[in-house]
């Protein structure tokens, strides 16, 4: 797959479906609360890892019908270790020490951590127009989340450190994988890291996965549980990384500035909360974010060549 050029045009698909993606993130923090009062945090996870790794595997034999190279496992691994079982595991350990408030402030650290990796490992070049609109997406997703309501305490500090590390590890996931993806299909590349990542989640959550009471879990929970892992989980995967490959790792993570502003206009539809104008400001501020990450460079002027009599 031909990698994206510093003058690559993003489609307005890429766009769309990144859009589609941090909605449907938003989304599963919504589900996920009414799966959560039923079922243990480490339980989600290895329901997700072990039904959607199978469905990625599967498509991606079926659409690519490759299997990776012996130099290329221990990438995929790596990628499988940051973005499955790192990404997955750090969050909700986190979570058991810190707030979700907490947590929703920290995540817009996102965007900048993986600026900072893409232009240190040379992925990306550091243009101020770019640096620019992430500044603007994290600074928006912090209105909306009025980071006044950080707390701190003793308890809170390994939580948010915690955090703080599932964020530079997803990060840092997205970084590498616009490396291998230029030698890889889409779908190749997150099913494998799925199965070396999900193994990791799986073995972690054994125990829980085997005291689930399946009888008492009400259907509507198994409803929502299938949505988180077709849609939040396989999909989004899919999409996020076929995104990722025709764009560069600053846009996608910039787009997860959108988190906040999803979670925010599905509360108002279901829940009849009214934005405030911190919200009305973010909103704003993410949306003139994204304009300047995604905003195609100009070409450089071509010298002209001078004539011969």
Known sequence: MKPASPHHHVPWQVHAGLLFVQLNFGAFH????????????????????????????????????????????????LLG???????????????????????AILMPSIPVFAAGIAIASGVERARPRRLVGIFLAAAGALVMLEPARFQLGNRM????????????????????????????????????????GGAGVAAASTNHLAAIPFAAVPASVWILMAYIVLVPTTLNYLINTWALALSTPSLVAAYTTLQPLAAGLL???????????????????????LWQVSATPPRPAQQKRPSHP
């Open 267 to 289: 509360a108002a539809i279901f829940l009849a909360e009214r934005p405030g104008w911190p919200q009305l400001a973010g909103a704003i501020l993410i949306a003139t974010g």
């Open 30 to 77: 919504v589900s996920a609360k009414a799966v959560l009062a039923h079922l243990h945090p480490l339980a989600v996870a290895g329901l997700r890892v072990l039904i959607a790794t199978p469905i990625l595997l599967f498509l991606a034999w079926r659409h690519d019908h490759l299997i990776p190279s012996r130099r290329d496992l221990p990438w995929l691994a």
């Open 157 to 196: 500090v390994a939580g948010n450190l915690m955090i703080l590390a599932n964020c530079l590890s997803y990060a840092t996931f997205l970084v590498l994988m616009r490396r291998i993806l230029t030698r890889l299909p889409v779908t190749t590349v997150i099913a494998w890291s799925f199965l070396f």
């Open 81 to 103: 270790f940051l973005g499955v079982f790192a990404n997955q595991l750090l969050f909700i350990f986190g979570l058991r020490w810190t707030t979700a408030t907490n947590a």
